[in-house]
């Protein structure tokens, strides 16, 4: 799961990096400074990404029984939030951050979670549904559902990525450029590693011999100089797949293109 965290990560960074396909607006108001109506006419959330840009770096299909899991945890987690809120409303304790967000961790916040956890399951880890779905699937009401997706992501189980798509030529006028829309964000859920602390002992997984984490460092360190080595290109190829990857190989192998001609500069002539 923290190999996912820095993929997405890296997901993230590298899709806003492909020519500017991230809404970095918080909003687009439907007019100009100028007075004149503005292009897109439709808010655009800020760090939204381009559907169909990032989809494939970003879900993976879990493992067996894994989402089953991840939902136990999330109920097991909720159960020390209360506990360590009541320690800390009787004065014996002070909490720390991580605490604090297990502590306010609501019920509606794990049935939310469990939807997600199914729909993980049933459709191979591609989850998006809207909060309009959320709400008739739980019987939450969306304020909840709302308040329930950030204290989730806070806690660490869930990564969440608004999105937004292109109406091309919808309502458009000659000379003006593609309209834009928001739609509904991509989850992945996860097991985050800050919590595994506070779950019962029989659910925290058993500590690795030390020539496997050894050997794992070994691994990362090879990989790591793997990687320095690569191009610009080759890198963005092993990082990133599909479309996204394919255009970002294209900006690295510019790059690698002007690193060489810098580096291979030719001797001025002597004028006779």
């Known amino acids: 799961m923290t190999a996912f965290a820095l993929s997405a990560a890296s997901a993230r960074v590298l899709a806003r990096a492909a020519g500017g396909r991230t809404a970095h607006a918080a909003s687009v108001t439907p007019r100009a ?8 006419g439709a808010p655009v959330r800020r760090g939204s990404i381009e559907a169909g840009t990032f989809e494939e770096a970003f879900f993976a299909v879990p493992a067996p029984g ?34 604090r967000r297990l502590a306010a961790l609501t019920a509606g916040a794990v049935r939310v979670f ?35 997706l950030v204290l989730l ?17 919808q309502g458009m006028g000659a000379g003006e450029g593609p309209r834009y829309r928001q739609t509904s964000n991509a989850y992945r859920a996860l097991l985050p590693a800050s919590v595994r602390a506070y779950l019962p002992r029989w659910m925290r997984p ?10 794992e460092a070994d691994r990362q360190e090879g990989e ?20 996204l990857g394919r255009t970002l190989a294209r900006l690295g192998a510019r790059i690698d293109a002007t ?13 006779i």
């Open 206 to 215: 058993a500590p690795l011999p030390d020539d496997v984490i050894q050997q």
């Open 66 to 99: 894994e989402t089953d899991r991840m939902l136990t945890a999330c109920r097991r987690a909720r159960d020390a939030g209360r506990r360590l809120a009541r320690e800390a409303r009787a004065g014996t304790r002070t909490l720390s951050v991580t605490e």
């Open 153 to 169: 992501e806070a806690a660490g189980f869930l990564v969440r990525q608004r999105r937004f798509t292109r109406d091309e030529g």
């Open 224 to 243: 790591a100089g793997m990687r320095a080595s690569l191009s610009c290109r080759e890198l963005a190829q092993v990082t990133v797949g599909g479309a």
């Open 33 to 40: 400074r100028s007075g004149g109506l503005h292009r897109t």
């Open 114 to 148: 469990e939807e997600i956890c199914t729909l993980a399951r049933l459709n191979r880890g591609r989850v998006f549904p809207s909060y309009d779905w959320l709400a008739e699937a739980t019987g939450l009401g969306r304020a909840t559902i709302a308040r329930a």
């Open 259 to 271: 690193c060489e001609s810098q580096n291979d500069l030719q001797p001025l002539t002597n004028s």
